[in-house]
């Protein structure tokens, strides 16, 4: 028996599927399934269904306008917006922002910002990698100087997912360039509206537009805008890439692909019969089948960690890694599946496969990629747990 046969989470799974299958329109789910990166305003009609139910940020606390769901029923409700596939929240306003308002902004930021995230009206960026501070964020140049009542921006930000829709920035930027580097970082809210910020937009190898390189020239923010302490700004970064890593973990949107890759098997063995490298297949379903059990136990495990009001700690990285691998293994599977048929024929995969159960899989399997790289790149996951965990 499962820890999920409980009655009362049997019950609150039925009112999530409820809740799913009378709102959840066509066209939400279509480009869900399609891979496609989501338009906004579809993201914020979306958003703003699930918070007039009361779910629009399942993992806040209830004093911030979360529904006071604890960890396994977030974590049911995640699998039933995966398996009826609805769009995925805003990750840097609900799961970033959000949070680091809530555990480090003021009364007003909190006012402010808060309500506008969870009802959809306002979307965030994240605003720290720069051409040579990704993986070694200490280092960034980008600078915040005080003027009068003003913070003086001036540097570079590049892959800001969703910049060109973003109404607003978390941004990590230097207050101080004596002691250590790490010592003289601060965090902003940035309205990506300020005269001096130009963007740029980067198309990645699915063909899609979702990163953006941003330049600052003397970019003018209130001085109010400072979150939390100043020179504090790494120890929130990190806290905030933590709890980034268990959701990059990505394990409810997994078991959603391993079912599709199953039905995916069973399409292409009615389709093609014995010229179907069935035995191939099958290895490597169930090799992914079970190391999806092991991480979705890890999962867990943390989920009861932080239910005790612990922090997932530097295990997030080990769950960053294997959840990427996997995500990436799904798509490799379904591409080597397909074979010829997978092969696609028009620049933006949005249409035109060789075949109709093609769809989706090569634009997803282009993007994902990235999950290794970003949120901290795997090598970079790899040594935190050496450090952290293994004391090497
Ligand atoms: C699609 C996409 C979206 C992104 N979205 C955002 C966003 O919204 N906001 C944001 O701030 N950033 C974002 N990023 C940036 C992302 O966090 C960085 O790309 C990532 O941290 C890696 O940094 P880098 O690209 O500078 O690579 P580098 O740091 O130059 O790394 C290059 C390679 O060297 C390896 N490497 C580097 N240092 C070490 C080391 N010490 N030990 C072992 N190996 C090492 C890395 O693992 C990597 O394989 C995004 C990136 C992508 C691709």
Not at 240 to 260: C, F, G, M, S
């Amino acid at each position: 028996m499962s820890i999920f046969d409980a009655p009362e989470l049997r019950a609150f799974r039925a009112e999530v599927r409820g809740f799913l299958d009378e709102h959840l329109t066509p066209d939400l789910v279509e480009e869900t399934r399609a891979g496609l990166h989501l338009k906004r305003g579809r993201m914020a009609r979306w958003q703003a269904m699930l918070n007039q139910r009361g779910w629009g940020a399942p993992h806040w606390p209830a004093a911030a306008g979360g529904p006071g769901w604890n960890e396994l029923q977030r974590y049911i409700f995640e699998e039933e917006c995966a398996f009826a596939d609805s769009p995925p929240g805003d990750v840097l306003g609900l799961f970033l922002a959000g949070p680091m308002i809530i555990a480090e902004g003021s009364a007003e930021q909190k006012e402010r910002y808060l309500p506008r995230i969870l009802s959809g009206e306002e979307f965030w960026c994240q605003g720290f990698s720069e051409p040579n501070a990704g993986s070694d964020l200490a280092s960034l140049k980008t600078t915040a100087v005080l003027d009068g009542d003003e913070w003086v921006i001036n540097g570079q930000k590049t892959w800001l997912s969703s910049g060109h829709y973003a109404d607003l920035m978390f941004c990590l930027a230097r207050t101080r360039t004596d002691g250590k580097p790490q010592e003289g970082l601060s965090q902003f809210v940035v309205d990506m509206c300020t005269p001096g910020i130009t963007l740029q937009p980067i198309y990645t190898m699915d063909e899609g537009h979702s990163v953006n390189a941003v330049f600052f020239d003397d970019v003018r923010v209130p001085r109010e805008n400072l979150i939390g302490k100043l020179n504090h700004g790494w120890s929130y970064a990190k806290d905030l890439l933590a709890r980034e890593r268990v959701n990059n973990a990505q394990a409810p949107r997994t078991k959603r692909d391993i079912l599709e890759l199953e039905r995916l098997a069973d399409t292409l063995r009615n389709s093609y019969g014995p010229a179907f490298d069935d035995v191939w297949a099958r290895r490597r379903l169930a090799s992914i089948t079970m190391d999806f059990v092991g991480l979705e136990s890890a999962v867990l495990k943390v989920l009861a960690r932080q239910m005790s009001g612990g922090e997932p700690g530097p295990v997030a990285s080990t769950l960053k890694i294997r959840g990427s691998e996997l995500q990436q293994r799904v798509t490799e599977t379904a591409l080597g599946m397909l074979g010829n048929a997978g092969i696609v024929l028009t620049p933006n995969y949005g249409e035109g496969f060789l075949a109709p159960e093609a769809k989706g899989w090569a634009q997803r399997h282009f993007f994902r990629r990235v999950v290794t790289i970003y949120a901290g790149s795997n090598e970079i996951q790899k040594t935190i747990i050496a450090k952290s965990i293994l004391r090497m």
